[in-house]
C-alpha cells in the first residue's frame, strides 16, 4: 500500500488532474512491472480513469491481484494494470514540420481548459509543458496532428539506479506528453472530452533539454466515446514512447471548463 498525490501543477481542468500525468504516475507505482532504472523499456500499461483525479489530496493506493488502484474515502479514482497486447504507432513528422504547425494550434484561438498542464496557452515556460499541437494532415479515421516538446528541468525522474548519468523526465511527464495531442486530434474544438482510458508503452524516459515530437493521430469515433493515439520520438527519430486514448465527451460546466462563445 502506498500513496498517490496529484499536485496543483499537474492539473487538466482547473481542478481536477490532468489525466496522462495521473495515468503515469499511478502506473509508476507498478513495482512488479517496472524496469530495474526506470528508464529502460515498460510493458504497456493500461489506466482507466474512473472520476476527475482530486488535486493536492492523497489518494490511497493498492494492489490486489494484478491492478493497482487508487482511491479517495474508499471510491476508485483510477485503475492500472498491464496488457498483453501492441500498440499501433503513429507514424513520425519532421521536427521542422511539427515546428511550423504550432502556429496552427487551435488552443492559440480557443481552449477550453488553458490552464492544463500539458497543452494550456495559460502556463508559463517550464511550468507546464506547453505542447501546442497542429493539424499536419489526415488520416483515415481523424486528423493528423503533431508538436515539439523539449523536456524541463523541473521533470527530472527522481530516481537512483539509471543505466547511465543522462537526466530524464519522469514516467507521469513522459505519459502526459502522451495525453493532449490525442484529444487535439480528434475532435476536442468541436466538443468538451475528458480522458477516460489512456495505454501506454514506455520505450525509453525522454532525455532532459532534448528537442523531441509528439504525433497524434484520431482513429474514430463511437456515440460520446472518441479513439485516438500518440507516439513521441527523440531527435534521432526514434520511438520514446507510444499511447492509445479512449475520451469521453462531457458537459463543460461539469468540468470548469470553457465553451467557444
Not at 89 to 95: Q, S
Not at 109 to 114: K, L, M, Q, V, Y
Amino acid at each position: 500500500m502506498s500513496e498517490l498525490i496529484v499536485p496543483r501543477r499537474f492539473c487538466g481542468p482547473p481542478d481536477s488532474g490532468n489525466g496522462g500525468w495521473t495515468a503515469g504516475a499511478l502506473a509508476a507505482l507498478d513495482d512488479t512491472d517496472a524496469p530495474d532504472d526506470h528508464a529502460g523499456p515498460w510493458p504497456v500499461i493500461e489506466v482507466s480513469l474512473r472520476r476527475p483525479p482530486p488535486l493536492d489530496t492523497p489518494l490511497h493506493v493498492a494492489v490486489e491481484g494484478a491492478v493497482t488502484t487508487a482511491s479517495v474515502d474508499g471510491a476508485p479514482v483510477a485503475t492500472a494494470s498491464r496488457v498483453d497486447r501492441a500498440l499501433t504507432e503513429v507514424g513520425p513528422v519532421a521536427p521542422d514540420v511539427a515546428a511550423a504547425a504550432e502556429s496552427t494550434y487551435p488552443g492559440l484561438a480557443f481552449h477550453p481548459f488553458p490552464t492544463c498542464f500539458v497543452c494550456g496557452t495559460a502556463r508559463e515556460e517550464g511550468d507546464g509543458l506547453r505542447i501546442f499541437p497542429g493539424r499536419v494532415g489526415a488520416g483515415p479515421d481523424g486528423d493528423l496532428t503533431a508538436a515539439t516538446w523539449t523536456p524541463h528541468p523541473s521533470l527530472h525522474e527522481d530516481w537512483h539506479a539509471y543505466a547511465d548519468e543522462v537526466p530524464r523526465a519522469s514516467v507521469a511527464a513522459t505519459w502526459a506528453a502522451l495525453d493532449c495531442i490525442g484529444g487535439w486530434a480528434g475532435d476536442l474544438t468541436e466538443r468538451l472530452m475528458v480522458l477516460g482510458r489512456m495505454t501506454a508503452r514506455v520505450d525509453a524516459l525522454p532525455v532532459i533539454g532534448e528537442a523531441h515530437v509528439v504525433v497524434g493521430e484520431g482513429r474514430g469515433q463511437d456515440g460520446r466515446k472518441t479513439f485516438t493515439a500518440a507516439t513521441l520520438y527523440d531527435a534521432d527519430g526514434r520511438v520514446v514512447a507510444s499511447a492509445e486514448h479512449t475520451w469521453i465527451a462531457v458537459d463543460p460546466a461539469m468540468f470548469g471548463g470553457r465553451t467557444p462563445a
